[in-house]
């Protein structure tokens, strides 16, 4: 399929996130509203950071917003944490995920999700005996790694 482009504009350029059961990336095309019109593309390597609890990717990151994948492992759990300066909004892809927010625990199953406020206490778990995997976006006016309050962990990292 060729893609097209409807608009004002002469120019057009799109990001698309194109996810499938094993693999994903992220497919940016730029193109000219011309009769012959061509289109390129490149596609960009995603780095997986390894974790006790499992992995997760940063898919895509701009001014204000990070969307990242995480899968946790079997029995596994990221630690009970909390951010200064980012809300988050869990989307549950695979498996069923126990979440912690607050007091309250609860689990999510794909295409069920939840949101985080700033500075609320959560942890995401894995019960099962198979993967969760969850796409994350967070907000907020930094979205740094160091921005986690953790107030439990089995890992040692409190």
Known sequence: MRPTSIGLNPTHHAEVLVFSRHFYRI???????????????????????????GW??????????????????????????KHSQRAEHW??????????????????????????????VHRLANQSDETVEIVEVQFGSYLGEDDIVRLEDNYGRV
């Open 27 to 53: 497919q940016h095309s730029s193109s000219k509203m011309t009769p012959q019109s061509t289109t390129q593309q490149r596609t960009e390597t995603v780095e997986r950071i390894m974790r006790p609890w």
């Open 56 to 81: 997760y990717e940063t898919v895509s990151e701009v001014t204000g917003n990070k969307i990242k994948r995480i899968q946790v492992a079997p029995g596994q759990q990221l630690s009970l944490q």
């Open 91 to 120: 989307i549950v892809t695979k498996g069923t995920a126990r979440i912690t927010l607050g007091d309250k625990e609860f689990d999510l199953t794909p295409g069920q999700h939840c949101d985080i406020a700033m500075g609320q």
